[in-house]
């Protein structure tokens, strides 16, 4: 516990805005059907093809001067927000998700679980190829802060040799599991793994919590503002059907969903 004292300001300040409703491990990614035990069934090596990857590498992680290890959220002064998705669960209810998204124009940030991949490597160019950002989610979603160091750096690199498998790149972005932020030690392990940043967020769904799409729509919509970030989820029904109602009314205030990587561009 003694190493998260560098993220326990940020946590207050979530804690404070009533953002942790039971502290941090209870926060958003704190479920899911991530199941270590099922994580060892199927290493299954993805087949890409070198000549695809070689033609359409994802892009890499990139660091942005004058922001903070840890981002949370991009400018308050762009009429921008970036929907970040727990990438797990159900394939079809993704790529429901995905298409809803592109409907309306809106491109979203998929945080992918290392299993996933394995379970559903078509899933990975799948986001790319809707112009979607892709990053890592270590490779089984469990407590990565409360994980010896060697135990650690492997969950972020084991997920990230998936991501290059399949995408040529290690992904954009690099988001702990089962925490909304890194520890310190964590953080240090992904800036080594490639991961300039860790990518946090300012606006929790709630929606792993199945609260029904009506309160997910609710809960986003009262607290997104320029330039937040927003944790959702993949997997999750109410997620998929609270989408349309997010993106109608952030389009009616002229706020657009992008990227992370075009919000803090
Ligand atoms: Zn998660």
Redesign the pocket.
């Known amino acids: 516990m003694a190493r998260v004292t560098t993220t326990n300001r940020r946590d207050a300040l979530r804690a404070g805005a009533g953002l942790l409703a039971g502290g941090a491990l209870a926060a958003g990614?704190a479920s899911?059907p991530a199941a270590p035990a099922a994580a060892t069934a199927s290493p299954t090596t993805p087949q890409a093809p070198s000549a695809t990857v070689r033609a359409s590498t994802a892009p890499a992680p990139r660091a942005y001067p004058g922001l903070p290890a840890q981002i949370t959220h991009g400018p308050r002064t762009r009429p921008q927000v970036a929907l970040t998705f727990?990438g797990q669960g159900d394939p079809d209810l993704a790529r429901t998700l995905l298409t809803r998204a592109e409907r309306h124009g809106a491109r979203l940030t998929v945080l992918a679980v290392g299993t996933w991949l394995d379970e559903h490597p078509g899933i990975a160019r799948r986001i790319l190829d809707g112009g979607h950002d892709l990053g890592n989610?270590t490779q089984h979603?469990i407590s990565v802060n409360d994980l010896a160091e060697a135990d650690a750096r492997k969950e972020i690199a084991d997920c990230a040799d998936r991501l290059r498998r399949l995408t040529g790149s290690i992904g954009t972005w690099f988001r702990p599991?089962r925490s909304p932020t890194a520890s310190a030690l964590v953080a240090e392990l992904a800036r080594q793994t490639g991961y300039p940043h860790v990518l946090s967020y300012d606006v929790d769904s709630l929606d792993y919590t199945r609260p029904g799409a009506a309160a997910v729509t609710r809960k986003v919509l009262s607290e997104v503002r320029e330039g937040s970030v927003v944790s959702l989820h993949f997997g999750y029904e109410d997620t998929v059907a609270a989408l349309p109602d997010v993106l109608t009314e952030l389009g009616r205030r002229h706020l657009r969903a992008v990227t992370t990587t075009e919000l803090l561009s």
Do not use: V
């Open positions: 990614c899911g727990h989610h979603h599991s």
